[in-house]
């Protein structure tokens, strides 16, 4: 409950690369804790608590202010900013609040809209899609863009392109891993690809760390990278060098 008060949190940033150009064209904040005692705390066990104590909104809140004043700092040192791309957990997407905080951080940085994009899971739409599709549009209104992230992990992946407004879609870095030794989830990489690219989606593939990933990635016309063969998650001042 202290993390953000005692200054624990941090966020780093992840290149997105263009497979065409290979040029940074994106980013992605990631949530980082350091605790002085427990030391670095995964995020896979301290956002589910956080989710579970009701602080979810306001640490994903913070995160999003802490990104624009961010891309707000590289544009006054003359920096041409990528997309940062934003996480929005499951109980956020459900926060009739979220589209008037975004609007407030953006106002806050003085930022255009499309510099900052929201990255929602599949497994966070399920149960209530009515609610979520009201919500995205109106975060679409704003003028940011919107991403399906771990795409492929859920049960209703075509619903969800069809029918929500998302502008790209992430291959689950699950189905990236094994892409060179599995024939089967090569088949699903271009599969997901060339569905996507008929729906007018750009593919982004996460969790991309060997040159054979992504020379299959390339061949398979996946427009953008994610991983450790690039670069790992960063500081905001290393990012910056970057």
Not at 128 to 133: A, G, L, P, T, Y
Request: with cysteine.
């Amino acid at each position: 409950r202290g993390a953000v008060a005692l200054d624990q949190l941090r966020v780093l940033y992840q290149p997105v690369v263009n497979l065409d150009t290979g040029q940074v064209s994106g980013m992605e904040a990631l949530l980082r804790w350091h605790h002085p005692e427990l030391g670095a705390v995964p995020p896979d066990q301290f956002i589910p608590l956080a989710e579970e104590i009701g602080l979810i909104n306001d640490i994903g809140e913070w995160v999003l202010q802490r990104a624009c004043r961010d891309i707000r700092t590289w544009i006054d040192k003359g920096i041409a900013v990528p997309q940062v791309a934003v996480n929005v957990s499951s109980l956020q997407l459900r926060d009739h609040a979220l589209a008037e905080q975004l609007k407030f951080a953006l106002a806050g940085s003085r930022l255009s809209a499309d510099l900052i994009r929201l990255e929602v899971t599949e497994s966070a739409l399920i149960g209530d899609v009515d609610r979520c599709e009201v919500i995205l549009n109106a975060l679409k209104a704003v003028g940011v863009g919107l991403s399906l992230d771990d795409f492929g992990t859920g049960y209703s992946s075509l619903s969800y392109l069809r029918r929500l407004p998302f502008d790209k879609v992430k291959i689950d870095q699950s189905f990236v891993r094994d892409v060179d030794a599995n024939a089967a989830d090569t088949v699903l990489v271009k599969v997901i690809v060339s569905m996507a690219h008929h729906l007018g989606l750009q593919v982004v593939a996460e969790g991309v760390e060997t040159e054979i990933q992504c020379a299959i990635m390339r061949d398979h016309h996946c427009d953008e990278i994610q991983g450790y063969l690039f670069a790992r998650p960063m500081p905001a001042d290393a990012i910056e060098a970057l």
